[in-house]
């Protein structure tokens, strides 16, 4: 709920409904995942997530809202899980076959860490992180900076010879395309996407979005001048 280029976003109303429960909804969709849980922080902020979550079912894990890994450790832990599917709460277009197809890649390949941002094809805020219980327990017990505490997975990416991993890569790049809230020109762009596609029992995916982009070029150009993360701006 403290984000600092825009507070309170996991909650703004997009079509009548909170950005978090779109998110949520549209994890639900997936094939593969079993079990949905917010790890949320012990911020005093973060109790109007907590009561949303409990108003709608959803599982609530409460930890360290600076060690994000200790956190994300404590909620696999919590649900008793053997894979875990990272899912960040500002991404309004997440798709529920990419995240499928992360987690098969992951379970095929007997990996440890699978993704499909490194390098990143798939527009920003499309990005699925997926790793063993095993490997989070590793990650937990030996990340020692303040970097790899708070970016969960960084640990995973900077010993690659200790993690087995492999990128999921989409047919052409289309990274150049932001798909994620950080910003005020970020959130209109994505109730824009939302008035033209949002429709109640139905999830709209990747290919609709640039479906829609293509009969309407000036969607992508709202939000074009946002700064973009390392892994974005450097592809």
């Known amino acids: ?3 600092t280029r825009l507070p309170g976003k996991v909650l703004t109303d997009i079509c ?8 949520s909804n549209r994890v639900k969709k997936s094939k593969r995942i079993t079990n949905l849980v917010l790890a949320t922080s012990n911020n005093k902020a973060d109790d109007a997530l907590e009561r949303w979550a409990k108003q709608n079912a959803i599982d609530v894990y409460r930890g360290s809202e600076q060690n994000v890994l200790e956190r994300y450790y404590g909620a696999a832990v919590y649900s008793n899980a053997d894979i875990i599917v990272r ?9 529920p076959a990419i995240l499928d197809q992360v987690i098969d890649l992951l379970v095929t390949k007997h990996l440890d860490f699978a993704y499909n941002n490194k390098p990143p094809t798939f527009p920003e805020g499309l990005d699925c992180e997926v790793f063993t219980m095993k490997a989070l327990k590793v990650a ?20 690659p010879q200790q993690f087995t991993q492999d990128n999921f890569q989409y047919e052409k790049n289309i990274s150049s395309l932001r798909w994620t809230i950080d910003t005020e020109d970020d959130l209109k762009m994505a109730k824009e996407v939302y008035n033209h596609l949002f429709k109640e029992n139905e999830v709209f995916l990747m290919r609709d979005i640039l479906d829609l982009i293509e009969q309407k070029p ?5 939000n074009q001048n946002v700064s973009r993360s390392t892994m974005y701006s450097n592809n």
């Open 218 to 222: 000036y969607i992508p150009l709202i």
């Open 16 to 23: 009548g409904y909170p950005l978090i429960w779109h998110i």
């Open 140 to 159: 937990y017990e030996n990340a020692t900076d303040d970097f790899e505490k708070e970016h969960v997975t960084q640990h995973f990416y900077r010993n």
């Open 1 to 3: 709920m403290q984000s």
């Open 87 to 95: 899912i960040t709460a500002d991404d309004p277009f997440k798709d």
